[in-house]
């Protein structure tokens, strides 16, 4: 799989502005975050000191944010209240230039609001202590869903793909409106991708292209616990051969994603991740499948896409639309983990410059790196420090020779550049040859270029050539009881007792 990313990469450089509907539940998504330091004297229940209020899309609004943030032109459906907070999702909407034609305001239904009290502790540790849910599930009216209808069947003749996010807060509770959107979307032989309900009758759903389930949502609409990858693939093919879904794409957070249809099962592993917050997994890894399959790419490779927004989206603090950049930021971060860090010097340009359009600073440094001890650890650390990406130019055995004599390297450039690779704060090493790294840097164009304090800044290489376009000089702090001449040193003397 891995050995696709540098493809899957390339592939989406390219923005094609894909015309794609959400229909579904929007909402209004509040976020009450403060600090929590003591026990309320009423109850024992912590008080919530209120230091900053967020409002953001929820629901299938979340959705089209994602949507409109990866690219797509975004096509939005659903229905509204005629209140404060539903005009705030128009504007909102607005703002990010989703198409609302679609939209419906109704007077009788409310606009769902899910508060989420946010607690930190000590100002960090933050911690979800509360949510509370304002709205109203009741089915909709045969006269709102035919209202829906008119709204949304020119617009059918526009779009490439559906996407369908359900809450199940009455806009496909009763079956009619979803029943209608399968055929008319199959009269047009257009894909719907559907982000179930919580619900254990997949009836709704029938004939669908492509359904995302949990593994909760999955062990219930299977009625089967899911403990492993093949109790997974069981379970999706019953949701497949009863429902008569062409794909059912099972969500199984740690162990990845699971393809279930009727050809061999797929399974996609993920990367192991800090879970922070698995608010809107659910909302990335739809609007993300959905972009990508609108692109043309293949459904395994949509499935990976989806797989690393997913596992990018649960390290973030509530729903934070994932961008087309920080998407391939995090597909060339994860290839790394998979394929090494040292990297070929025309590949790692080409990859710098993808991450410099994500936004990312790009801090350099180099060495030889020759008995790698704790002060290069530091030294490389600090480095880390100074921006987003750290890449390490690492003096060839040819280039220490020259440098150092003949009796240097005592350790040669693959374990040198194996030993700096495994360190968590190094993303890249490139080798160099030459005796002066001007060269690399001339190339590289790092934002931050990184020396110890035992140079000043007109002594280190490359300084004026990178402060000519803006760049800055870092200095680390040089932890002198480290150096590699004193080790050899002592063990020299150590060797003669």
């Not at 504007?91 to 239904?109: H, P």
Request: charged fraction near 25%; hydrophobic fraction near 40%.
């Amino acid at each position: 799989m891995y050995q696709e990313i540098s493809l899957l990469v390339e592939k989406l450089q390219t923005v094609h502005h894909e015309p794609i509907l959400i229909i579904g539940d929007f909402m209004l998504d509040e976020y009450l975050i403060g600090d929590t330091d003591r026990i309320s004297p009423e109850a024992p229940v912590p008080i919530l000191k209120v230091t900053g209020r967020q409002k953001r899309l929820g629901g299938a609004g979340s959705v089209a944010a994602s949507l409109l943030a990866l690219g797509a032109k975004t096509w939005c459906a659903g229905c509204v209240g005629n209140d404060a907070d539903g005009k705030l999702i128009f504007d909102m909407l607005a703002d990010l230039d989703a198409e609302t034609s679609a939209m419906v305001v109704d007077d009788e239904i409310p606009t769902t609001l899910k508060q989420r009290m946010i607690g930190l502790a000590q100002h960090r540790n933050r911690q979800q202590l509360l949510r509370v849910d304002m709205e109203d599930s009741r089915n909709y009216s045969p006269e709102l869903i035919e209202k829906l209808k008119t709204k949304i069947l020119p617009i059918l003749d526009q779009v490439k793909l559906i996407a369908v996010e359900d809450y199940d807060k009455g806009l496909f509770s009763s079956g009619e409106l979803l029943r209608w959107l399968i055929i008319e979307a199959k009269k047009r032989n257009l894909c719907v991708i559907v982000d179930p309900a919580r619900i254990t009758d997949y009836a709704r759903y029938s004939d669908v292209d492509i359904i995302t389930p949990n593994r909760v949502e999955t062990a219930n609409a299977a009625a089967m616990a899911i403990k492993t990858i093949d109790d997974a693939v069981t379970a999706g093919r019953l949701l497949h051969n009863k429902f008569n879904i062409k794909n059912v794409i099972v969500k199984l957070d740690r162990d990845g994603v699971l393809i279930a249809n009727s050809e061999s099962p797929l399974h996609v592993p993920t990367q192991p991740r800090e879970v922070f917050d698995n608010t809107g997994a659910g909302d990335i890894v739809l609007a993300t499948l959905a972009v990508a399959l609108a692109e043309g790419f293949s459904l395994q490779n949509a499935a990976i896409l989806a797989n690393v927004a997913g596992g990018w989206e649960v390290q973030q603090p509530g729903v934070v639309p994932i961008t087309r950049q920080q998407l391939i930021y995090e597909l060339l971060a994860q290839s790394r983990r998979h394929t090494g860090k040292l990297i070929e010097r025309s590949q790692l340009l080409r990859e710098l410059e993808i991450l410099r359009a994500a936004g990312k600073k790009i801090a350099f440094t180099n060495g030889c790196f020759d008995l790698l001890h704790p002060g290069h650890v530091s030294y490389l650390e600090f480095s880390r420090e100074q921006g987003d990406v750290l890449v390490v130019g690492m003096n060839s055995d040819k280039s220490v020779q020259s440098i150092k004599g003949p009796n240097r390297p005592l350790i040669n450039q693959m374990d040198r550049a194996r030993m700096l690779a495994s360190l968590e704060a190094v993303d890249y090493v490139v080798i160099f040859d030459e005796p002066s790294v001007i060269g690399l840097v001339e190339q590289i164009r790092p934002d931050i270029l990184v020396k110890g304090q035992d140079y000043n800044v007109q002594g280190v290489v490359g300084h004026e050539f990178v402060q000519s376009y803006g760049g800055k000089i870092a200095l680390a702090p040089i932890e002198h009881q480290y150096s590699t001449t004193k080790i050899i040193q002592t063990i020299l003397d150590r060797c003669k007792d």
